[in-house]
């Protein structure tokens, strides 16, 4: 990699992580297209929940960066895409400011969804507050304690899940029900699939590191059966929606059953390369089904 400038555009960049920003915004997305479906899509609503979710997204992978590397868990040994502080690419003082930065630029996006929905929804607004705050103690809270005790998995299917899908679904109509709790689930676990690869590749890093996850405290053939499992659940719950009317039988193989086909293949490779740096290829092919099945559901949705 050509030699990066410490704390410079393309080293914040990198920091910043882009391609996880797919799994910020695909809850948004499918609670959008579910609104749309009942008729209660609303575009500015769902516009600031996108650049809410993005820039809370980026705050979380700062944050990560910098706490991870004041714990030692980014040693010279780790097997993912490199880490800015550990690098030497941005420094602890400025990543500070850019963690308070994109938390900041963060707030205001929700507090402007907070101004344009005030005294339109059940409670006033005051529900978005308490999310609000939520979301931002929790990206704090997931790598500095939870991550390490093995909640990360939980975590994702409540704030990639329930939170956004649920939330975004909620600000454009004011209400909540049994397809978007359903939905919120599927989301959850398709974007986890994420989170167990990493799990699953850095196992024996994070034992060293004393980080518990899942596949850590229950091995490596938990792991590789969870990640399978997770496709499998999402796409079983699928059929709640083939069962209400909101898909058809042709959209239901056509989105939820060709991303398990994907998902049993990508599992497959995942099992078959077992462990090392390879399994960064891996993430490439999880970050691509979870987008494909983001899009395509939200599509047969909106029909």
Request: proline share 3%.
């Amino acid at each position: 990699m050509k030699e990066i400038k410490q704390n410079s555009l393309r080293a914040w960049v990198l920091a910043a992580r882009p391609k996880t920003l797919t799994a910020a915004l695909i809850p948004v997305l499918l609670g959008s297209a579910l609104a749309f479906s009942d008729g209660c899509f609303q575009e500015i609503p769902a516009l600031l929940c996108a650049f809410f979710a993005c820039f809370m997204q980026i705050a979380a992978n700062f944050i990560n960066d910098l706490f991870d590397f004041r714990k030692g868990s980014d040693r010279e040994d780790r097997l993912g895409p490199e880490r800015a502080c550990a690098q030497g690419w941005i420094t602890p003082s400025a990543m500070k400011t850019g963690i308070g930065l994109t938390l900041l630029i963060a707030s205001l996006t929700g507090l402007s969804l907070l101004f344009y929905l005030w005294g339109k929804l059940p409670h006033g607004g005051w529900e978005l507050i308490l999310l609000g705050v939520l979301c931002i103690l929790f990206a704090f809270l997931y790598t500095t304690y939870l991550s390490y005790r093995g909640w990360g998995d939980l975590l994702v299917l409540i704030f990639f899940g329930f939170v956004p899908v649920g939330g975004t679904y909620y600000v454009q109509s004011g209400t909540l029900n049994a397809d978007v709790v359903v939905l919120s689930i599927v989301c959850g676990l398709v974007v986890d699939t994420l989170l167990i690869l990493n799990n699953y590749r850095d196992r024996e890093q994070d034992a060293r590191s004393g980080k518990r996850t899942l596949v850590v405290r229950f091995g490596e053939k938990f792991g590789s059966q969870l990640y399978l499992g997770c496709g499998i659940l999402a796409v079983l719950l699928c059929l709640w929606f083939l069962y209400t009317g909101r898909l058809t039988l042709l959209e239901f193989i056509w989105a939820p059953c060709v991303y398990f086909y994907l998902h049993a293949l990508t599992w497959r490779k995942m099992v078959a390369i077992h462990s090392g740096k390879k399994l960064n290829s891996i993430l490439g092919e999880t970050s691509r089904n979870m987008l494909f099945m983001g899009l395509l559901l939200s599509v047969a949705l909106c029909q």
